[in-house]
């Protein structure tokens, strides 16, 4: 399994800077959320509606960053790879009991849907996680991009303890 930290852009001002309210919980971010210059070029995945079905069956609420009745395009892969859309977690979500069971069920739909002839297959999962520190001036808000590249069976057995140590500063 490849697994890539990195740093990404803050989610609520590109939000609000492309006239969308900012994320508070479990969010899907298109694609190209980071480097869409506005609102008309956001893509989501295609696996968008997957995963929300998914989530909406476990009980999980999502905000959606898209305003009532508004759709984004969605995108396909021509070949045998599973690309999730990028899931934002913010702080609350990342201290709470929702983020494992939304890996669980993810990371088991897919499991389950390669069973059989997959196993080979590559899998893309990515997280946008939202953190907060206390300063001297209130709160300093980061966000880390985590993407995850495995087979069904890696991806299955990546938690969301794993998740937080990923994005854990060193020394904390």
Same mark, same amino acid.
């Given at each position: 399994m490849k697994v890539q930290v990195s740093d990404y852009i803050d989610v609520e001002a590109k939000a609000l800077g492309l006239g969308y309210t900012a994320p508070t919980g479990l969010t899907i971010l298109p694609r190209n959320f980071a480097t869409a210059a506005s609102a008309d070029e956001l893509v989501h995945e295609?696996?968008? #509606?997957?995963?929300?079905?998914?989530?909406?069956q476990a009980g999980i609420q999502e905000t959606r960053l898209e305003k009532e009745g508004e759709?984004? #395009?969605?995108?396909?892969?021509? %070949?045998?790879?599973?690309?999730?859309?990028?899931? %934002?977690?913010?702080?609350?979500?990342?201290?709470n009991g929702?983020? #494992?069971?939304?890996?669980?069920?993810i990371s088991s739909y897919i499991y389950d849907i390669s069973k059989g002839h997959r196993h080979d297959a590559e899998?893309?999962?990515? %997280?946008?996680v939202e953190?907060?520190?206390k300063t001297k001036h209130g709160e300093k808000r980061t966000c880390k991009s985590v993407e995850i590249k495995g087979s069904p069976k890696e991806i299955k057995e990546f938690d969301a303890e794993k998740l937080k140590q990923l994005v854990e500063? #060193?020394?904390?």
């Open positions: 295609g696996t968008t #509606p997957t995963v929300r079905t998914l989530l909406r759709k984004f #395009p969605s995108t396909r892969h021509e %070949f045998w790879e599973w690309v999730g859309p990028i899931i %934002f977690v913010s702080q609350t979500v990342l201290t929702v983020l #494992p069971v939304t890996i669980n069920v899998v893309t999962i990515k %997280f946008v953190t907060t520190e500063k #060193p020394g904390k």
